[in-house]
T-cell receptor, first 109, second 117 residues
Framework: GQNIDQPTEMTATEGAIVQINCTYQTSGFNGLFWYQQHAGEAPTFLSYNVLDGLEEKGRFSSFLSRSKGYSYLLLKELQMKDSASYLCAVKDSNYQLIWGAGTKLIIKP | GAVVSQHPSWVICKSGTSVKIECRSLDFQATTMFWYRQFPKQSLMLMATSNEGSKATYEQGVEKDKFLINHASLTLSTLTVTSAHPEDSSFYIC?????????????FGPGTRLTVL
């Protein structure tokens, strides 16, 4: 079957750095996405990786290793507004998005 | 980025009634639209995928006769929850992708919160 694993919840301090991991086992791979979702709102796009390596976009970076079926989202200089759920999603061989359950990130002052 | 709107943003209805939710892509042509459902503290669950002008493809366990999806144009898709029951209360989110431009990203609407009494 297809499976995406992320930690259920993480806690970090304002101004610090946090890394949210995602491992996946899917039938084929056509890209990995990270989305941010605040409570009661729809997801918003953060990043897309299809090749191995690190993609940096401001305070957020996303890393992919296809051979290991592994990705992480790195958030730097954490702000209180970064408190949200972070969803990892993989596009499989049928170009269908398989979603992880999401990681709830709690930022403390 | 591309914008997707949903209407209504929230709705309360009586059990047994039908509710229609509209999803519109405002500044791009959504050749493919997706409908998701999300229960509290759970992840997104894909309900169906629809391509403009063709019948929707429903995920396993989703009743196509209960959740009617119409994607009649490149900018509009509708989801009708027929004979709604309290267990249908959920957050319904649509998204669209512009397949013609080769985009991989799905653009999400703001969601519709449905409460069935």
């Amino acid at each position: 079957g297809q499976n995406i694993d992320q930690p259920t919840e993480m806690t970090a301090t304002e101004g610090a750095i946090v890394q949210i991991n995602c491992t996946y086992q899917t039938s084929g791979f056509n890209g990995l996405f990270w989305y941010q979702q605040h409570a009661g709102e729809a997801p918003t796009f953060l990043s897309y990786n299809v090749l191995d390596g690190l993609e940096e976009k401001g305070r957020f970076s996303s890393f992919l290793s296809r051979s290991k079926g592994y990705s992480y989202l790195l958030l730097k200089e954490l702000q209180m507004k970064d408190s949200a759920s972070y969803l990892c999603a993989v596009k499989d061989s049928n170009y269908q998005l398989i979603w992880g359950a999401g990681t709830k990130l709690i930022i403390k002052p | 980025g591309a914008v997707v709107s949903q209407h209504p943003s929230w709705v309360i209805c009586k059990s047994g009634t039908s509710v229609k939710i509209e999803c519109r892509s405002l500044d791009f042509q959504a050749t493919t639209m997706f409908w998701y459902r999300q229960f509290p503290k759970q992840s997104l669950m894909l309900m169906a995928t629809s391509n403009e002008g063709s019948k929707a493809t429903y995920e396993q366990g989703v009743e196509k006769d209960k959740f009617l999806i119409n994607h009649a144009s490149l900018t509009l898709s509708t989801l009708t929850v027929t004979s709604a029951h309290p267990e249908d209360s959920s957050f319904y989110i649509c998204s669209g992708t512009d397949g013609l431009a080769g985009y991989n990203e799905q653009f999400f609407g703001p969601g519709t919160r449905l409460t069935v009494l």
